[in-house]
Every structure is written in C-alpha cells, then in structure tokens.
C-alpha cells in the first residue's frame, strides 16, 4: 500500500451541488495531482499543486479547483456538478525536486457518483 | 501531441500462459518517461515501472518484463506463466517535459482488462 489516503470513498451528490474531495499525501512527498477516471477510460490529469500553488492544469474548466495546505495534503473542488462528473477521482503524490517523470504514488480515490 | 494507444482492450488467458500487453506512445519530445501501472478492482493505481526515453534496454522483474522499443513507439509488458492474481486492468503512461520539467503530468492510455482465469 502507499501512504495516499483520500476520503470520502464513495460519495454521491446531486447535479448543482458542490463537492469537496480529501488526499493526504505519502511521507516525503510535496506535491500532488489529481486525476479524474471515467468508467472504461485512463485517468486524465485535472491539475498539480505544489507549495500550495497549482503549477499545471488539464483541460478542466474553472470550476474544477483545489487547494493544497502547509502539510502537503490537498482538497479537490468541483462547483456545479454535472452528470457527466461522475468518475473515480484519484490522488497521487510525488517529490517535486524529483522533476517531471517521476514515480507517482496513487490513492485509492474517490468514487463520485451525480444524480 | 502527446498520446498513449492500448489497443487491446480486454485479454483473457488461463493461468500459466503468458501473455503481452501492448502499448504506443506518440510524443514530440526527445526526453520523456514511460510508465506501467496496475489498477486491481480496488481502485488504486500500483506502479510497475519507470523507463526514461535514453534507456532502451529491456529489464525483467520476476515473471514481468518489459520491452522499449524506440524505433517502433512502443513499450509492452510481457506477463510470463499468467496467475489469477494478475488479473486487473494495466495502464501504460506517458510524461513529457511540460511546464519547464515542474510538472508531473502522467498521460494514461486506455487500459487493457486482464482476465487470468484457473
């Protein structure tokens, strides 16, 4: 097991609404990204933060958004849920001295459902 | 662009067989890394391995391995004498050097469900 732990695990909210996502990263590791699963399909990178700022985003729209905290744990946002946002939310956390193509730890994540 | 092609979507073996996942990449950079990564229903991605775009040499971990080809795009993973542990979706990846090398993007294929059956 990794030391990438997110809660909730399972989670369902209705069209409209606003859901807050939790990732408390590996021992070590100052960086987290989070990525969104649809069923059937790889994950697809939302956005990275890393000193409590976001230094790389996919193509989420603005209402896709997160924090990061001075312990490195990290919070995902989503505003105006759509149907469409239902997926398995995952975490992973990495070094970022290590630079890109480093070894990412994932989470268990998070599954999302909208009604 | 970048890209990242698992053609085969599902493969069902019995156990002892081997079996080959196959995986290709699309990438303008000259520096980057390919990734394996196992998803068992659990939900969580386990990472396999890490080979950089300057190390085609193929390596071998107990009943896995991988082989890089360059001149093809390619990096598969063999699965030697297949056990019904094995059996879970793998997602080959991609990172390139975006955002001057700062970010940690992961560019994920489609996954192929292994199905290992006794």
């Known amino acids: 097991e990794t030391g990438v732990t997110q809660s909730p695990t399972h989670l369902i909210k209705t069209r409209g609404q606003q859901v807050t996502l939790r990732c408390s990263s590996q021992?070590?590791?100052?960086?987290v990204s989070w990525y969104q699963q649809a069923l059937g399909q790889g994950p697809q990178f939302i956005f990275q933060?890393?000193?409590?700022?976001?230094?790389g985003r996919g193509n989420f729209p603005p209402r896709f958004s997160g924090l990061q905290f001075p312990n490195y744990s990290s919070e995902l946002n989503v505003n105006a849920l759509e149907l469409d946002d239902s997926a398995l939310y995952l975490c992973?956390?990495?070094?970022?001295?290590?630079?890109?193509?480093?070894?990412?730890?994932f989470g268990q994540g998070t599954r999302l459902t909208v009604v | 662009a970048q890209k990242v092609t698992q053609a085969q979507t599902e493969i069902s073996v019995v156990e002892k067989e081997d079996v080959t996942l196959d995986c290709v990449y699309e990438?303008?950079?000259?520096?980057?890394?390919l990734f394996w990564y196992k998803q068992p229903p659990s939900g969580e991605l386990v990472f396999l391995i890490r080979?950089?775009?300057?190390?085609?040499q193929n390596e071998i971990s107990g009943r896995y391995s991988w082989n890089f080809q360059k001149s093809t795009s390619s990096f598969n993973f063999t699965i030697t004498a297949s056990q019904v542990v094995d059996s879970a979706v793998y997602f080959c990846?991609?990172?390139?050097?975006?955002?001057?090398?700062?970010?940690?993007?992961?560019?994920f294929g489609t996954g192929t469900l292994l199905a290992v059956q006794p």
């Open positions: 080979r950089n775009s300057f190390d085609e």
């Open positions: 990438t303008r950079d000259t520096t980057y890394y």
């Open positions: 021992s070590g590791h100052n960086t």
């Open positions: 933060y890393y000193r409590e700022e976001e230094n």
């Open positions: 992973a956390s990495s070094l970022y001295q290590a630079g890109f193509g480093t070894e990412a730890f």
């Open positions: 990846a991609l990172s390139e050097k975006a955002y001057g090398g700062a970010t940690n993007k992961l560019i």
